[in-house]
């Protein structure tokens, strides 16, 4: 039955109380276009039904804009500018990390060129005096258009053999749940220990 409900609200699964964002990302100077168009459509005093339907918004947004029209004229219509908290990063100091990042990892003395969270919060502490988490880090990475790597080789001491061998026996006795698979996998006959 609340399958059914779900479904009719246009959902396949319950909401899972995090929210996230569905569709393309708004754009603030689009919407205050929008808003700004409603503003001249009150001044000739169409309908706000009207309104809504040549806009192609909601009803509630155009009673919402009317009464802040009517308490402020067209300013209170207009963008209040972007939300959220004041970036730490000014985007030359993103601009300078990211030459350094593209400079490599022993550019700036690590011992290898394979860029972690937290060599990358440490050269962003070193070059801009701004301490990040290494979890934020993964955000500002993103923000600059970079992605997850992972090495296209394999572990010089791999036993493909071993590997083999536990994808065979243990691996099925780990998915079908049995009770000794804990056991066995915790005494070292993971691919990894071999």
């Known amino acids: 039955m609340l399958g059914l409900v779900w479904e009719d609200l246009g959902m396949s699964t319950p909401p899972s109380g995090r929210r996230t964002r569905r569709g393309p990302r708004r754009d603030r100077d689009a919407q205050e276009q929008v808003r700004l168009q409603a503003a001249e459509l009150f001044a000739r005093q169409v309908p706000q039904a009207e309104i809504a339907v040549e806009l192609g918004v909601d009803r509630k947004n155009v009673s919402r804009w009317y009464r802040r029209w009517q308490q402020g004229s067209v300013d209170a219509l207009r963008s209040r500018g972007a939300t959220g908290r004041t970036p730490r990063l000014s985007p030359a100091q993103l601009a300078e990390v990211e030459q350094v990042l593209l400079a490599g990892a022993r550019a700036s003395g690590f011992d290898n060129d394979l860029w972690t969270l937290a060599r990358v ?14 979890g934020h880090v993964w955000r500002l990475l993103r923000q600059l258009g970079w992605s997850v790597q992972r090495p296209a080789r394999r572990a010089a001491e791999r036993d493909d053999a071993a590997v083999e061998r536990w994808v065979k026996t243990e691996w099925p ?22």
């Open 121 to 134: 919060a440490q050269v962003i502490q070193e070059r801009t005096g701004v301490a990040h988490h290494p």
């Open 173 to 194: 006795r780990i998915k079908k749940g049995q009770p000794g698979a804990r056991r066995s996998s915790s005494s070292g006959t993971s691919p990894g220990s071999a």
